[in-house]
């Protein structure tokens, strides 16, 4: 069985500023990770997407992800938010024999602050 | 591309009632859709997973004679909430799979029950 845990339920942060979601998984197998964004009272939109090659990954809105296979990691980074980028963000995996299943994390809410 | 819809996009029902959420692929075959139920600042919780053409896959926990899942074309898959109760007031998301790996998301329905 696979699982999803993101350690930060909010991250607060002022504009321009950096910012790091965590995200770490556990699966017997190899994975796929995504990490998807959900504004209020919308569904949720593919940031980025690892399915395997380069563990760097680049997404849309200047956000990226590093899978860490010897960590079980996912962590996405953005070097500068802006307010538009508030909102819920969820780090989900799948694997080959889940077909298509994804295991959502708990979210994480980024508020970003002026 | 991959654009899936959901209607209606809000419902507010009396208690007893049954009420149907229609999810459609606008751009692309899904065989395979997605219902998810997500409440007030939670992750999504898979429902069930709907074939075209066969009957649904339900995850435990979910009673499947109270949510209906009919995938009755390529396009379209329909969750019908029947003698829905307070307790059934959510957000319920759908997807589509598109390809080995993607899934595409509904903008989601929000069911108030009273």
């Known amino acids: 069985a696979q699982s999803v845990t993101q350690l930060d339920s909010q991250v607060p942060v002022f504009e321009e500023a950096p910012v790091e979601l965590r995200c770490n998984y556990s699966?017997?197998?190899?994975?796929?990770l995504f990490w998807y964004v959900q504004y209020p009272n919308q569904g949720l939109q593919l940031l980025l997407k690892y399915l395997s090659g380069s563990t760097l990954v680049k997404g849309i809105n200047g956000f990226e992800a590093e899978f860490n296979k010897s960590q079980t990691s996912f962590h996405l980074r953005k070097p500068s938010v802006h307010i538009s980028d508030t909102a819920e963000y969820f780090c989900a995996v799948s694997d080959f024999y889940a077909g298509n299943m994804l295991t959502f994390g708990g979210g994480t809410r980024l508020m970003v602050k002026p | 591309g991959a654009v899936v819809s959901q209607h209606p996009s809000w419902v507010i029902c009396k208690s007893g009632t049954s009420v149907k959420i229609e999810c459609r692929s606008l751009d692309f075959q899904a065989t395979t859709m997605f219902w998810y139920r997500q409440f007030p600042k939670q992750s999504l919780m898979l429902m069930a997973t709907?074939?075209?053409?066969?009957?649904?896959?339900?995850e435990q926990g979910v009673e499947k004679d109270k949510f209906l899942i009919n995938h009755a074309s390529l396009t379209l898959s329909t969750l019908t909430v029947t003698s829905a109760h307070p307790e059934d007031s959510s957000f319920y998301i759908c997807?589509?799979?598109?390809?080995?790996?993607?899934?595409?998301f509904g903008p989601g329905t929000r069911l108030t029950v009273t």
């Open positions: 699966s017997s197998v190899s994975v796929y």
């Open positions: 997807s589509a799979r598109a390809g080995s790996h993607e899934q595409y």
């Open positions: 709907s074939n075209e053409g066969s009957k649904a896959t339900y």
